[in-house]
């Protein structure tokens, strides 16, 4: 099991740019990497899925080591409506009971 | 997304009682899961469905039944309520493991 370490809480301003970074030490070869963000009494929502390296959406971005042990969520400029938990999850192509997700990283931007 | 939907979105429930939580999904996706979300807990999986007529447990399956006779819909039971069981439970759909998953909107249950 591709088990999961992300901070528990990161602050920010508006405008700036935030990096959460996720540990995977145990990702397997074939896991893809795939972040979520979610906002209260919503469930989460897809932001961006990587294998390696690094991709790019209209959203954010994800850097991935070749190693793969751990991967960066980033997003530029955020903004208050940023505001929400954001989830790393890995471990897909063991199965169905390894999507399990961590805690998150509780993402507060301020003013 | 508007594909996926649970139900109730609100359930009081008292000790001891069967519930049942809905969740549909017009997709037509193979994978379904169940995920209970308490407060130092994140999310965490309860049962998921590889298929109709295929399921397996997760992280937290005690007191929990699932079935699932049709692809679209997979519901959750609560054979017999207890106080811990009070959480928000979320459903969610994919069409692969390596693909992205979508959540419904998740029913909050409290058992008194």
């Known amino acids: 099991l591709a088990k999961t370490t992300q901070p528990i809480s990161m602050d920010s301003y508006e405008g700036q740019e935030v990096n959460i970074t996720c540990s995977h030490n145990n990702i397997a070869t074939n896991d893809y990497i795939t972040w979520y963000q979610q906002f209260p009494s919503q469930g989460p929502r897809f932001i961006i899925q990587g294998y390696k390296t690094k991709v790019t959406n209209e959203v954010a971005s994800l850097f991935i080591p070749a190693d793969r042990k751990s991967s960066t969520l980033s997003l530029p400029r955020v903004s208050l409506s940023d505001t929400a938990v954001y989830y790393c999850?890995?471990?897909?192509?063991?199965?169905?009971?390894?999507?399990?997700f961590g805690t998150g990283t509780q993402l507060k931007v301020e003013l | 997304d508007a594909g996926i939907t649970q139900s109730p979105r609100y359930k009081i429930t008292e000790t001891g009682r069967q519930v049942t939580l809905m969740c549909h999904q017009t997709?037509?996706?193979?994978?379904m899961f169940w995920y209970r979300q308490d407060l130092g807990h994140g999310l965490r999986l309860i049962y998921y469905?590889?298929?109709?007529?295929?399921?397996d447990k997760g992280e937290v399956p005690d007191g929990y039944v699932v079935s699932r006779s049709k692809t679209e819909n997979f519901p959750l039971t609560l054979e017999s309520a207890t106080r811990s069981q009070t959480s928000v439970y979320f459903c969610?759909?994919?069409?692969?493991?390596?693909?992205?998953?979508?959540f419904g909107s998740g029913t909050q249950l409290s058992v008194l």
């Open positions: 469905s590889a298929a109709a007529d295929i399921t």
């Open positions: 969610a759909s994919t069409r692969g493991l390596n693909e992205k998953l979508f």
């Open positions: 997709w037509s996706h193979s994978y």
């Open positions: 999850l890995v471990g897909l192509t063991g199965g169905g009971n390894k999507l399990t």
